[in-house]
């Protein structure tokens, strides 16, 4: 669901986070702050209401550290989707250089540092000097303004954030950070990406562990928390592991190499209706690309685009008219396969179209293609 749009970046929630949120308000409201500040039960449920959206406002701002700086090394951003336990920037590519995941990596701890900072700020300004210690460390022996309390309770989250984030495990942040130091030294972004994840996996462990020790001390939610936490992490960096062991197999396979180099293409001066009539209804295919008498790649034609049209009464438009504008599915044919596993078009219409650099069509790569290039060769029988 989206909730917003910040610098043209789109911000929605999953389902787990109205969860989540309900959950932080009553915890805040009923047993944090009332504990800590003066004031009435309804003054703390106003606190609490703003602390939980102060802390996922925190979340937001640190994913938009990620996401801006990617923008600017000209990766395109997808959106930013909050969840149950955090935040995730979804690019349209992974980085390109170790130069370029170090960056993105170090934007999200960097902003989350300052709004610690900005926090710690604020208490040292408006609190005494006796109870700035107590307010920043959310201490019960001080009871404090509902100001100060929700400053020291943002200052906390943001501290814990940057702490747990710069752990370098995949896939937190430092778990990038250390992926991008071990690609610049090694050269080998799978070996970097197989290494993290598998630090991810074992810190993960360790998390599990914890949450177990709070399960059996008395503290069963959050211990019960816990282990979900260190679930979703633990399938996470697997998954980075995976893709590292076999990125590092399928290094030297090219798109090229797996392609179909003599696909079905729709001239760019053909109409729609002969487009649906010899195209469409003969090949029996959602999508087909589009190129110019030159076979420069143009663009996508999409069926349902196509009968929409014809049945709007315009039959004689040339397809070049109705082609496809947001879809990703440009590559080039030297591009190494792995750069294919998280193609947005290989996902979205099962193929991307590969071009050489004057951007010639010179094949299409299927879905079914990447599948059976990725599976391991059948080992030959002894002699």
């Known amino acids: 669901m989206q ?18 949120l309900f959950l932080l308000i009553y915890w805040l409201s009923q047993e944090y702050f009332p504990d800590i500040m003066s004031g009435s039960q309804t003054t703390a449920y106003v606190v609490a209401v703003a602390g939980a959206l102060g802390y996922f406002a925190s979340l937001i701002l640190h994913e938009l550290g990620h996401a801006l700086v990617a923008r600017r090394l000209g990766i395109g951003v997808v959106g930013i989707d909050l969840w149950a ?3 995730l920037s979804h690019m349209r590519r992974e ?9 993105i990596a170090i934007a999200g701890p960097a902003v989350t540092l300052v709004l610690f900072g900005l926090c710690l700020l604020a208490i040292v300004l408006l609190a005494s000097s006796g109870t700035v210690s107590d307010v920043a460390l959310s201490s019960e022996s001080v009871r404090t303004t509902p100001a100060l309390a929700l400053l020291g309770w943002l200052g906390f989250v943001n501290a814990a954030l940057f702490v747990f984030n710069i752990v370098p495990a995949f896939p937190l942040d430092g778990g990038r950070i250390a992926r991008a130091l ?8 799978n070996r970097a990406t197989q290494a993290t994840g598998r630090s991810g996996q074992a810190f993960a462990l360790l998390v599990g562990l ?7 001390s008395n503290e069963p939610f959050v211990g019960l928390l816990t282990m979900l936490l260190a679930f979703m992490l633990y399938q996470a960096a697997g998954a980075a592991a995976l893709q590292g062991a076999l990125g590092r197999r399928i290094q030297n396979i090219t798109v090229a190499d797996i392609m179909d180099r003599e696909p079905v293409t729709i001239a760019a001066d053909v109409t729609l209706l002969d487009a649906q009539e010899q195209f469409f209804l003969r090949y029996r295919w959602p999508w087909f690309a589009v190129v110019d008498p030159a076979r420069h790649f143009l663009g996508v034609v999409r069926q349902q685009r196509v009968d929409s049209e014809i049945q709007a009464g315009r039959p004689a438009l040339p397809v070049v008219d109705v082609l496809e504008q947001d879809l990703l599915v440009r590559i080039g044919e030297e591009a190494p396969l792995e750069s294919l596993l998280g193609a947005e078009g290989l996902g979205r219409l099962g193929a991307m179209v590969a071009v050489d650099k004057d951007g010639v069509l010179q094949g299409v790569v299927t879905l079914t293609q990447v599948r059976n290039a990725l599976r391991p060769k059948p080992a030959r029988p002894a002699t």
Not at 3 to 20: D, E, M, P, Q
Not at 95 to 103: F, I, N
Not at 182 to 189: A, E, F, I, N, P
């Open 3 to 20: 909730l917003a749009s910040v610098f043209g970046i789109r911000i929605g929630v999953s389902t787990s986070w109205f969860v989540v």
């Open 85 to 87: 336990f955090g935040g």
């Open 210 to 216: 914890f949450g177990l020790w709070m399960f059996a």
């Open 182 to 189: 071990v690609w610049w030294r090694t050269g080998d972004r």
């Open 95 to 103: 980085p390109a250089s170790a130069g370029e995941e170090l960056k």
